[in-house]
C-alpha cells in the first residue's frame, strides 16, 4: 500500500492498528546503498530513479505475512511522472492513498516550509508569477505545479483505476480525522479500531493530536515543523491563484467523482 500526497496524521493513526506496519521504504533503499559504498546525496533521489528497488534494497523491505498490510509513504509519487508505471509493474493490485489540500493553500504552506529554511528566497508574489502585470502563474515553480492535481491524477490513471485509489481531504482530516480515517480503514478493509475518542484538537498548533485511549501518556502531536504560522500574502495573488487553479480543480472534482468544495471554502473566508 503506498501514501501520496502530504499529511503524517493519518499515517500516525494506522499505526494504532495490529497488523500494519509502517516504513519510509526510501530510507530503505539510502540505508542499502550507503553501505554497498554509494555516495550519501544520491540516495535521496534513489527511490525514484530505480524503482522499483534493485535485489539488494528489497532484502532491507520489511516483510509482510499473511494478515499485515504494508504501508509505504512519499509525498513525491504523485507528482513523479515515472512513479505510476514503475509502481504498477511491482505490484498491478495495490492500493494507493491520496492527500490533497486547496492548492493555493498548499502553495502557500510549501513556500513558508522553504522559507523556513531558506529565508534568502524572494517573497511568494514574485515567485507565483512569469509576469505578474499580465497575470501569468508560473505553473512550472513546483508549489504552483503539485496543486494541479487533475494533471498528476491523469497520469495515475493510465495504470491504476479510480478503485484502487482513495482520494483523502487534507481540510476534513483536520476538522474530522475520526470521519476520514473511517474511510482509510474501510478502503484498506480493516477494522473500525481508530474512532473519535483516539483525538483531541491542539488550539495551539491548529491540528488534532492523536492518542490512545488505554494510554495515559502524553498524546503524540504534529512537530514544531507543521502548523507554522503563513506569510501574509497579496490578496490579489490569492484570487489570480483561485481563478488559476478553478479549472483544474473542476476537472478534478469529475475525474474522482468527488467534490471537495475547494470553491466554497474561499468564498467563505
Not at 504552483?144 to 492535481?149: E, L, P, Q, T, V
Request: contains cysteine; hydrophobic residues 35%.
Amino acid at each position: 500500500r503506498i501514501r501520496l500526497g502530504t499529511r503524517r496524521l493519518w499515517v500516525r493513526c494506522l499505526a494504532l492498528l495490529s497488523g500494519v506496519r509502517i516504513q519510509r521504504c526510501h530510507e530503505l533503499w539510502c540505508r542499502s546503498q550507503t553501505q554497498l559504498g554509494s555516495r550519501l546525496h544520491a540516495c535521496w533521489r534513489g527511490m525514484m530513479a530505480l524503482f522499483p528497488f534493485p535485489p539488494s534494497s528489497r532484502n532491507v523491505m520489511p516483510k509482510t505475512v499473511e494478515g499485515q498490510l504494508t504501508m509505504e509513504k512519499t509525498p513525491s509519487y504523485f507528482v513523479t511522472n515515472e512513479a505510476p508505471k514503475r509502481i504498477h509493474s511491482m505490484a498491478k493490485d495495490i492500493k494507493l492513498i491520496v492527500v490533497v489540500r486547496n492548492p493555493v493553500t498548499r502553495a502557500i504552506s510549501d513556500y513558508t516550509q522553504t522559507l523556513s529554511k531558506k529565508p534568502e528566497i524572494p517573497t511568494f508574489e514574485v515567485l507565483a508569477f512569469k509576469n505578474r502585470t499580465l497575470g501569468l502563474i508560473d505553473a512550472s515553480w513546483s508549489a504552483i505545479r503539485i496543486g494541479i492535481y487533475a494533471l498528476h491524477l491523469e497520469n495515475w490513471l493510465q495504470y491504476f483505476p479510480l478503485s484502487q485509489i482513495l482520494f483523502v481531504s487534507g481540510e476534513r482530516l483536520i476538522v474530522d480525522p475520526a470521519g476520514e480515517m473511517a474511510k482509510v480503514q474501510d478502503f484498506l478493509g480493516l477494522k473500525r479500531v481508530v474512532t473519535e475518542k483516539h483525538f483531541y484538537f491542539n488550539k495551539t498548533k491548529g491540528f488534532p493530536c492523536l492518542k490512545k485511549p488505554e494510554d495515559s501518556g502524553a498524546p503524540r502531536c504534529l512537530g514544531k515543523s507543521k502548523g507554522r504560522t503563513h506569510p501574509r500574502i497579496d490578496p490579489d495573488v490569492i484570487h489570480r491563484l483561485r481563478k488559476f487553479y478553478k479549472p483544474f480543480n473542476m476537472m478534478f472534482y469529475q475525474m474522482t467523482g468527488q467534490d471537495f468544495q475547494w470553491e466554497q471554502e474561499e468564498s467563505d473566508k
